[in-house]
């Protein structure tokens, strides 16, 4: 299926040059002169190489059909990571570099969509938001919380976001998995 450069998201497999790829990473870029482009990080499905390529926003790239399945993720060691078809409770292992830096946000037990193209792991999808504890945060500075600034925060899987001022350690939030950026306080 033929789709618009500027319809490419991070977890989609493309095809290019006879070859398949998971996006990795995509930064749309509008320069001052000329058109809008977009440069793509990808990684062979095949071979895992990673390379990166730039099209135009209305280049069509061919994207290719995949089969999603829930999944469980169980648990990861040095390279791999081990998830369980939640089906069949058959268990498979994809590379840890399969996710990039939102590898991090991954929870044991956690249920995610996993897809398939010819009946091998190629990516993963996350949930959009997860719940995350604050383990790290400068204090609160009186008048501080009037302004719209945003102070560095250390989260449990040792992420680095920028949190409101009235966060403080040991409280609960709700985390943006594509954006990797507070989103709310957690009220469970």
């Not at 945003?150 to 954006?179: C, D, H, M, Q, R």
Request: net charge negative; charged share 25%.
């Amino acid at each position: 299926m033929k789709i618009n450069a500027n319809l490419i998201r991070p977890g989609n497999i493309l095809e290019h040059n006879g070859r398949q790829y998971a996006v990795l990473k995509i930064q749309i870029v509008q320069p001052g002169k000329g058109g809008a482009f977009i440069t793509v990080e990808m990684r062979d499905i095949r071979t895992g190489n990673k390379t990166n390529e730039r099209w135009r926003t209305a280049d069509t790239i061919e994207k290719c059909n995949v089969e999603a399945k829930e999944c469980t993720f169980l648990f990861r060691d040095d390279d791999h990571m081990t998830f369980m078809d939640s089906e069949s409770f058959e268990q498979f292992t994809m590379p840890n570099d399969t996710l990039g830096d939102t590898i991090a946000f991954l929870q044991d037990g956690m249920v995610v969509e996993v897809d398939f193209v010819e009946g091998s792991p190629v990516s993963i999808a996350l949930p959009e938001k997860v719940v995350m504890k604050v383990v790290e945060a400068d204090p609160v500075v009186k008048g501080q919380t009037a302004s719209s600034s945003y102070k560095p925060a250390k989260l449990e899987n040792g992420l680095k976001i920028l949190v409101p001022p009235f966060l403080e350690v040991g409280e609960v939030i709700w985390v943006s998995t594509s954006e990797c950026t507070y989103l709310e306080r957690y009220k469970g």
